[in-house]
């Protein structure tokens, strides 16, 4: 079992910059794919990056590419997402996931799930 929560949302101007946090409790977190969604008003959940359970590989959705960087630190429990040059297209509600297994930009196959953070951004 893993609980996750994310933290660092917030409103920021257009070209700003935000760091999203994502703590998970368990022992075995290390061995978890992570991944990050959003979900704006009206719109289906859609992927944004996740990242192996060793860090080494990582994919991002071509909206977010080159302006956001996913990271973890499996000694803490942790993963961040860095969001740099926001639009406001990027407005939504920002979700941390947990698979199981190999990563995946598809939410259904994520096994765990955070409450959100909201991430507003202003033109």
């Known amino acids: 079992q893993v609980q996750l929560v994310e933290s660092g949302g917030g409103l920021v101007q257009a070209g700003g910059s935000l760091r999203l946090s994502c703590a998970a409790s368990?022992?075995?977190?290390?061995?978890?794919?992570m991944g990050w969604f959003r979900q704006a008003p009206g719109k289906e959940r859609e992927f944004v990056a996740r990242?192996?359970?060793?860090?080494?590989?990582?994919t991002y959705a071509d909206s977010v590419k080159g302006r956001f960087t996913i990271s973890r630190d499996n000694a803490k429990n942790m993963v961040y997402l860095q969001m740099n040059s926001l639009k406001p297209e990027d407005t939504a509600v920002y979700y941390c996931a947990a698979r199981d297994s190999y990563g995946s930009s598809w939410p259904d196959e994520y096994d765990y799930w955070g409450q959100g953070t909201q991430v507003t951004v202003s033109s």
């Open positions: 990242i192996s359970w060793n860090g080494r590989t990582t």
């Open positions: 368990g022992r075995t977190f290390s061995r978890y794919a």
